[in-house]
């Protein structure tokens, strides 16, 4: 299987510039995921990369039509994307660390936080790319990059 080279952006909030020029360096990638708030962002994102984009829902997405779990199979493995406010990720990670064994997931990404988390529980990998635009408990702007092949590699990214 070829490795997929994934971009993972979260609550870009409607600022979208950052996260434009961060995934146009990670180039060339086969998709991004964008984890919510404002999944219009996804759109803009989209358009000016020219790169499938997809994503779910947030809480501050009142009119979105996207769902707001989503889990996508790549080659053979399983993602589960989702923002997280449903599974009360400020609190603590139990609850979507059990939604993705649930699902059989290889990989769980999520937003919500504003604050950038990688670990690897039971052979599931747990990422929040932390945000781009609004980060919370640093100063540092931050997102993903995800190569999913024989392996699941996922990378938290700084802006610089």
């Known amino acids: 299987m070829n ?35 404002y ?32 889990l996508l199979e790549v080659g053979d493995k399983k993602i589960f994307i989702t923002h997280g406010h449903r599974y009360d990720v400020k609190w ?7 939604k993705g064994l649930e699902m059989h997931a290889d990989v769980v990404l999520f937003g919500h936080t504003h604050v950038a988390t990688r670990f690897i529980e039971e052979g599931i990998l747990v990422m ?9 408990g640093h100063h540092e702007k931050t997102y993903g990059l995800l190569e999913v092949g024989e392996k699941v590699v996922g990378e938290i990214l700084v802006l610089s």
């Open 92 to 98: 603590n990670y139990q609850k979507i660390f059990y």
């Open 3 to 37: 490795t997929k080279r994934i971009g993972i952006v979260s609550d870009t909030h409607g600022s979208v510039n950052d996260a434009v020029m961060a995934l146009e360096k990670m180039k060339p990638l086969d998709f991004v995921i964008h984890l919510g708030d």
């Open 128 to 136: 929040n790319p932390g945000s781009i635009t609004h980060p919370r």
């Open 39 to 70: 999944t219009e962002d996804g759109d803009i994102i989209k358009e000016r990369l020219g790169i499938e984009v997809i994503g779910v829902k947030g809480n501050c997405d009142f009119h979105s039509m996207l769902p707001e779990d989503r």
